[in-house]
């Protein structure tokens, strides 16, 4: 720490020196420049990692340039008014988000990370994944701790514990990961599966609270906020992965230690610990300074958004980005610590095998009883849109020639992904004849019509554009009573207002989404399993579209739904975060430049930085209550129950308890 402290000195000292220089960011000698300390290294001690990250100063154009955009990208934020009072489950997320803006416009910065830190901090407690300051210059760390903790029950008891499966689980990080600990005689292997008593000198459940309350974001809800702080099995990518949790696996490399007092297995009394954390490196490769703030940092050809009407910038995006370039509707969050992504020690992965359909994001599964079937669908955003259609109907198919009479879905740390999916899920479990009873497929939506969404919709229909241009375009859209919206039909004027928290809220007319013309396989008429027979487990980190999935088989289908974790003795939401459809800021800056309105003064400027600002862009209605977005209508799971030592690693294991609760 002290070194750390006076390296600072030292380099604020030489940039002193060099007041105003226009080369601020480059590193005049390797001594001086810590990020050459850390270059070509994966793991580094977290104090190296931040001095490297504190290494560029505070730059009052970069600060004028984000706070511009991220003010006027929250004109289109559909929940703005919300956080002036949210209301109950929700009241810990209050926030006067002008007022945030205004603090950081004014505060004093000594680097450029302080400033991120800041504005990354206000956004992430916002609890909503939807809205988020994303910079990738400082995203490019993880710190790691040689100890994930999650809360399980034991003997009737609940109880936070090092994860017990610490030594088959760390080595998969690699030997350069253990090595560090070896070398400083640290033995993190006889932490496995200790009961932890206190963390950094509070209750366990105390600080899990504090973590989930200051630092795990993306949920609004604070039970749901709680469960990401521990660690869980999820599927990242295509493969079964442990997640860290937030306790031991946060997002900045600004913390040294943390210190734990234990109960290590078969010890006769409790001691404390100090547990070193190591950085871990997931940015682009540098070798100094100056490469680090190139490579990760400055804007690039992809940060910003690009006029889709332009033929020859589309094709550059095709094959750079050919998910962006096709604009289906997307509904996620960003898991930071997808980054560092390490697979579940494979002797914790299902026994059974899997059925036919599950080489992507899904896995499916007959239970040894043989008449289970289990579709664990580990997020809504696979590579291939089509395929995700296409691996449900196989997966059906392989159940029915299985005999399979009664199905678990299983939605463990689902981040959510394209809205349509979401849709086509839930109507390929109900089927065609119960689809027929309701219209509108999904829920009521509308966007916020501020004036310049109001000039999009006015300059898009003039242009004549269609949805291969713009999410704003009105084809995108149905009428409520599921009829294609014609393109010249402007849904946003005359907008509808409405108050909330004593402000004048003005939204678009609501509208439906347009699904089916996506779906590629037939939805079957008759459902393959009686509603009764459907139920869906998780530990409610299910967001976006998992969510509003979710909310559809509980609002429409009164599906039996299990959470697993949480605080001992409360209750939290089944759904994580649920608003609607995400515009990141490549989507909106590109809805401004094809519709021609980059000029008008309402505009945002196009990003210096590397970085995204995302918003939630649209509202998703409750069936239940068609005045609250189902965001802020609180809907609990029917059922909780506590992970033990044998599931909340185990799949497999927690499908079968889940059978013997949730079906007669
Ligand atoms: C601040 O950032 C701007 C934009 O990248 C750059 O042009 C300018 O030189 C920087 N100022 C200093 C003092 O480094
Ligand atoms: C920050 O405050 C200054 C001084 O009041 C003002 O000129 C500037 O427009 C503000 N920046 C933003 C992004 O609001
Ligand atoms: C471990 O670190 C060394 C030195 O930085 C590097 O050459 C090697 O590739 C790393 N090994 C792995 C498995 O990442
Ligand atoms: C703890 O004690 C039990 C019973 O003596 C023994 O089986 C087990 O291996 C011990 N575990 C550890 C980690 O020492
Ligand atoms: C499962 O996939 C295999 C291999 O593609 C195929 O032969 C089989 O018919 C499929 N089973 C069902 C029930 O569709
Ligand atoms: C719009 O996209 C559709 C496919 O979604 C394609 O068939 C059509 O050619 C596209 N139209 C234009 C004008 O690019
Ligand atoms: C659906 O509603 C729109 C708008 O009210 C109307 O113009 C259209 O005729 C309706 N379509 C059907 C099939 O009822
Ligand atoms: C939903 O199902 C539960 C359990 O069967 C039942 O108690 C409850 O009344 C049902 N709710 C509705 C709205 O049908």
Same mark, same amino acid.
């Given at each position: 720490m ?11 000292a ?5 007041g ?18 850390v ?5 580094v001690?977290? &104090? ?10 505070f730059?009052?154009t ?18 703005e ?12 997320? %209050? ?14 910065y ?13 956004t992430?407690?916002l609890?909503?994944?939807?809205? #988020?300051?994303l ?10 701790? !040689?100890a @994930?903790?999650?809360?399980?029950e ?6 936070v514990f090092v ?18 600990f ?17 963390i950094?000198?509070q ?9 989930a309350?200051?630092q ?39 913390l ?10 078969n010890?006769? #009394? ?12 997931a940015?682009?490769?540098f ?10 940092c400055? &804007? ?22 050919p998910?962006? &370039? ?7 969050i ?7 992504s ?16 599950s080489?992507?994001v ?15 669908v ?11 259609q ?31 999916l ?13 689809l027929?009873?309701?219209?509108? @497929?999904?829920?009521?939506?509308t ?11 006015a300059?898009?229909?003039a242009?004549?554009?269609d949805d291969?241009f ?37 939204e ?24 009764d ?13 998992c ?7 509980n609002?429409r ?7 697993f ?26 809805e401004?430049?094809t519709a ?11 990003l210096?930085?590397n970085a ?7 509202? &998703? ?5 068609? %005045?609250t ?10 059922? #909780?129950f ?8 185990? !799949?497999?294991n ?5 059978t ?5």
């Amino acid at each position: 720490m002290v070194s750390l402290t006076s390296r600072f000195i030292a380099l604020a000292a030489l940039l002193g020196a060099f007041g105003g220089s226009e080369v601020a960011f480059a590193a005049p000698t390797a001594a001086a420049d810590p990020c050459v300390k850390v270059a070509g290294k994966t793991f580094v001690p977290p &104090a190296d990692a931040l001095a490297c990250l504190k290494s560029f100063p505070f730059n009052e154009t970069l600060r004028q340039n984000v706070l511009t955009v991220v003010d006027r990208v929250f004109n289109f934020y559909t929940f703005e008014d919300y956080y002036l009072n949210s209301p109950p489950p929700f009241q810990d997320s %209050t926030v006067n988000i002008r007022a945030q803006l205004k603090r950081i416009n004014t505060t004093k910065y000594a680097t450029d990370y302080d400033f991120n830190h800041d504005l990354f901090v206000f956004t992430s407690q916002l609890n909503d994944g939807h809205t #988020r300051w994303l910079p990738s210059c400082y995203e490019t760390y993880q710190n790691l701790l !040689p100890a @994930p903790v999650v809360t399980l029950e034991e003997n009737g008891v609940e109880g936070v514990f090092v994860v017990p499966d610490l030594t088959d689980f760390i080595p998969l990080l690699g030997s350069n990961f253990t090595d560090f600990f070896k070398a400083q005689n640290f033995d993190w292997e006889r932490l496995a599966g200790a009961r932890v008593l206190k963390i950094q000198g509070q209750d366990p459940y105390a600080y899990a609270e504090t973590i989930a309350h200051t630092q795990s974001g993306n949920y609004l809800d604070h039970g749901v906020r709680v469960n990401s702080v521990f660690s869980s099995y999820r599927i990242s990518g295509t493969d079964f992965s442990q997640r860290f949790g937030d306790i031991a696996g946060p997002v900045f490399p600004d913390l040294e230690s943390l210190t734990m007092t234990v109960q290590v297995v078969n010890a006769s #009394r409790p001691e404390t610990v100090k547990i070193p954390f190591l950085a871990s490196y997931a940015g682009a490769d540098f070798t100094n300074g100056a490469d680090f703030w190139a490579n990760n940092c400055a &804007a690039n050809s992809d940060t910003n958004g690009i006029d889709f009407k332009n033929a020859a910038q589309v094709a550059k995006l095709t094959s750079d980005a050919p998910l962006r &370039a096709r604009k289906l509707a997307k509904a996620s969050i960003v898991d930071l610590s997808q980054k560092v992504s390490i697979g579940l020690p494979s002797q914790f992965e299902p026994t059974v095998p899997t059925v036919n359909g599950s080489e992507g994001v899904i896995k499916s599964y007959v239970l040894p009883d043989g008449k289970t079937g289990v579709m664990f669908v580990g997020s809504f955003e696979p590579d291939d849109f089509f395929g995700f259609q296409t691996d449900v109907q196989s997966s059906f198919a392989d159940f029915q020639s299985k005999g399979v009479s009664q199905l678990i879905v299983d939605l463990t740390n689902n981040g959510g992904g394209f809205v349509c999916l979401g849709q086509f899920l839930h109507a390929f479990l109900v089927g065609t004849k119960s689809l027929g009873t309701f219209q509108n @497929p999904g829920f009521q939506s509308t966007m916020r019509a501020n004036p310049l969404a109001q000039k999009i919709v006015a300059s898009d229909i003039a242009l004549g554009l269609d949805d291969n241009f713009s999410f704003y375009t009105p084809d995108n859209w149905a009428f409520l009573n599921d009829t294609e919206m014609p393109l010249t039909h402007n849904y946003i004027t005359p907008a509808s207002t409405r108050t909330i928290n004593g402000q004048q809220f003005v939204e678009s007319q609501r509208f439906a989404d347009v699904c089916e013309t996506g779906f590629v396989v037939d939805i079957p008429e008759e459902p393959f399993f009686a509603p009764d027979k459907i139920a869906i487990v998780g530990n409610a980190n299910c967001a976006s579209t998992c969510a509003m999935f979710s909310t559809l088989m509980n609002e429409r289908h009164n599906t039996t739904i299990a959470n697993f974790g949480g605080m001992p003795g409360t209750q939290f939401e089944f759904k994580g975060m649920a608003g609607n459809q995400v515009l990141e800021w490549f989507d909106i800056d590109s809805e401004i430049k094809t519709a021609n309105l980059k000029d008008d003064p309402l505009a945002p400027p196009d990003l210096l930085v590397n970085a995204d600002f995302r918003h939630n862009w649209r509202i &998703a209605y409750s069936f239940l209550d068609e %005045t609250t977005p189902i965001e802020y209508h609180s809907e609990r799971s029917r059922f #909780r129950f506590a992970y033990t030592a044998e599931t909340y690693n185990n !799949p497999q294991n927690l499908w079968t308890f889940a059978t013997s609760k949730l079906f007669s």
